[in-house]
T-cell receptor, first 111, second 114 residues
Framework: QKEVEQDPGPLSVPEGAIVSLNCTYS??????FMWYRQYSRKGPELLMY????GNKEDGRFTAQVDKSSKYISLFIRDSQPSDSATYLC???????????FGGGTRLMVKP | EAGVAQSPRYKIIEKRQSVAFWCNPI?????LYWYQQILGQGPKLLIQ????????DSQLPKDRFSAERLKGVDSTLKIQPAKLEDSAVYLC????????????FGPGTRLTVL
């Protein structure tokens, strides 16, 4: 079993839809949780960064962490074709530690 | 602010050949990471430097991979000899210091081993 699981997709939605992306993990020691967006042939770009449980909102993006369920989510409101990319969740035990990534979910937003 | 720079962007080699990748982190970032991303998977850490010292190289295949960051700025990652399964994107990332988790990634070097 992988430490961090993510549905690879692809997830196809119409423009304007609310998108929900999720990761589950097995190690309860993870404390820092991140979401990265990766466009084709580009490096990952940090979207959201959260510590421990709770919600964090930034524009159209909301990150949720439920440590009791070992489950994290990223919501994208009013999705745009430019949101089409692969979304990677990542987590670490402590600040500055190595990141453990999920395999990524490919999202396609159709005009 | 300039981002993380990597070169070359693409490299094609035969198996058993050697290859080297270069990374220049964001100015002032003390921590540098090399990741390997195989197609369809998330990045996997190979090695982490804090200035010019190695913090974590537990997942680096040391029989064929080596990395250095001699002056605490630029870094090179070398594979010698390459195997078919080394075909991947090699990503360099940097963060302000070892207490900071916000890692910024470069565009990567796409390696194909034939």
């Amino acid at each position: 079993q992988k430490e961090v699981e993510q549905d690879p997709g692809p997830l196809s939605v119409p423009e304007g839809a609310i998108v929900s992306l999720n990761c589950t993990y097995s190690n309860s020691a993870f404390q820092y949780f991140m979401w990265y967006r990766q466009y084709s042939r580009k490096g990952p770009e940090l979207l959201m960064y959260t510590y421990s449980s709770g919600n964090k909102e930034d524009g159209r993006f909301t990150a949720q962490v439920d440590k009791s369920s070992k489950y994290i989510s990223l919501f994208i409101r009013d999705s745009q074709p430019s949101d089409s990319a692969t979304y990677l969740c990542a987590m670490s035990y402590n600040a500055g530690n190595m990141l453990t990534f999920g395999g990524g979910t490919r999202l396609m937003v159709k005009p | 602010e300039a981002g993380v720079a990597q070169s070359p962007r693409y490299k094609i080699i035969e198996k058993r050949q050697s290859v080297a990748f270069w990374c220049n982190p964001i100015s002032g970032h003390a921590t540098l990471y090399w990741y390997q991303q195989i197609l369809g998977q998330g990045p996997k850490l190979l090695i982490q430097f804090q200035n010019n010292g190695v913090v974590d190289d537990s997942q680096l295949p040391k029989d064929r991979f080596s990395a250095e960051r001699l002056k605490g700025v630029d870094s090179t990652l070398k594979i010698q000899p390459a195997k078919l399964e080394d075909s991947a994107v090699y990503l360099c990332a940097s963060s302000l210091d070892s207490r900071n988790n916000e890692q910024f990634f470069g565009p990567g070097t796409r390696l194909t081993v034939l």
